[in-house]
């Protein structure tokens, strides 16, 4: 291997377990150094949201299909305001919100009886 860099081989440093890479390898910083060698170092790890962000920039650039207008993802996903998507939005959120406190309410019910229960 001819490496005429300073920079010390060894292990890298990051604290993700499935990393392949040593410290000093040139994929650092790379999206393939995260997604395809595990590596989950700062530069890495940045390289992957910049491509992230890349990507859903693009996405939202992008025209929005039809079908998702009306949707909770036109709105969620796409950033589309108009009035169908932002409707069907907040009727999603409601919504969940609304089964969200039932769970917890039936939760509460179901904890608070079991409790009650082992009282008598
Ligand atoms: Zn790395
Ligand atoms: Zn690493
Ligand atoms: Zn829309």
Redesign the pocket.
């Known amino acids: 291997m001819h490496d005429d860099r300073t920079t010390p081989q060894g292990r890298c440093g990051c604290h993700r377990g499935i990393c392949r890479l040593e410290s000093g390898d040139p994929r650092h910083g790379t999206v393939n150094g995260y997604t395809n060698l595990g590596c989950g170092c700062v530069p890495c790890r940045a390289a992957h949201s910049v491509k992230c962000l890349e990507r859903r920039v693009a996405r939202s650039a992008g025209p ?1 299909p039809d079908r ?3 949707t909770p993802g ?2 969620g996903n ?1 950033r ?7 409707r069907a939005w907040a009727k999603d959120t409601g919504e969940r919100a609304k089964r969200r406190r039932e769970r917890l309410a039936s939760l509460a019910g179901t904890v608070s009886g079991k409790a009650s229960k082992k009282d008598r």
């Open positions: 929005i998702v207008h009306g036109g709105y796409y589309c305001t108009c009035g169908d998507c932002r």
